[in-house]
C-alpha cells in the first residue's frame, strides 16, 4: 500500500505531489491530535516527605532559611491525596515567649491521605514534613502531635506577597490532576 502511494505521487506533477505529500502529513498530524489528551499536565507534582532520623536519608537545604535537613527517600503523600488547598495564617509561639500570625498554607487530604497522615504524625512526632514542588523543597511543618483531621498546614519558605501565585498553582494542578484521572 505504501509504496502504491509512493508511485503515485511520484508519477504525478511535483506540484501535486507536493499537495499530496503535505495533506496527508496535515491528515496524520490531524489524527494524531485527535487521540492525544488535551488536559495539560499539573504545575506542580507535589510530595510530602518525613524527617529522616539520625542524619540518615537525603540532605537538603531550604530555600529561604538555608537551613539543611534530612528527610527519607520515599514520600508518604503527594498531590493525589489533595483534596483541595486554601492559605491561611495560625498563630505561632516565639522563642521569646510570645506569639505571632504566621502565613501558611492548608492541605485538605482525601480519607486515604487522612490515614498516612495520622500515622506518619503518630509514629514522627518530634520530627518534621516537608512538601517539595518539582523535586525541591518549598515548605517545612513540625510534627507536635497525630493529625488525624485530614488538614495539613505547611509554611512555605517564599515571601509571603508570593503565597497567592502558588495557592492558585496548586489549585489548577490539583484540578489537572483530577481531569487527567478521569480522562
Do not use: W
Not at 483534596?83 to 492548608?106: I, M, R
Request: with cysteine; proline share 6%.
Amino acid at each position: 500500500m505504501q509504496a502504491m502511494t509512493m508511485n503515485f505521487i511520484r508519477r504525478t506533477h511535483p506540484r501535486h505531489a507536493r499537495f499530496l505529500g503535505v495533506t496527508f502529513l496535515a491528515l496524520f498530524t490531524l489524527f494524531g491530535s485527535a487521540c492525544h489528551n488535551n488536559t495539560p499536565l499539573p504545575k506542580y507534582v507535589t510530595e510530602f516527605y518525613l524527617e529522616s532520623p539520625n542524619e540518615s536519608g537525603i540532605a537538603f537545604t531550604m530555600p529561604q532559611s538555608h537551613l539543611t535537613f534530612h528527610r527519607m527517600t520515599d514520600p508518604f503523600l503527594d498531590l493525589s491525596a489533595v483534596t483541595g488547598v486554601e492559605s491561611g495564617h495560625v498563630t505561632v509561639n516565639l522563642p521569646d515567649g510570645t506569639t505571632e500570625q504566621k502565613a501558611c498554607v492548608f492541605f485538605f487530604l482525601n480519607d486515604d491521605g487522612r490515614q498516612r497522615l495520622n500515622m506518619a504524625t503518630g509514629s514522627n512526632q518530634q520530627r518534621r514534613i516537608f512538601v517539595y514542588f518539582n523535586e525541591k523543597p518549598m515548605g517545612v511543618r513540625f510534627i507536635d502531635q497525630p493529625i488525624d483531621s485530614g488538614q495539613l498546614f505547611v509554611f512555605l519558605e517564599v515571601p509571603d506577597k508570593e503565597l497567592p501565585d502558588y495557592i492558585a498553582d496548586l489549585k489548577e494542578s490539583i484540578k489537572r490532576l483530577k481531569d487527567l484521572k478521569n480522562k
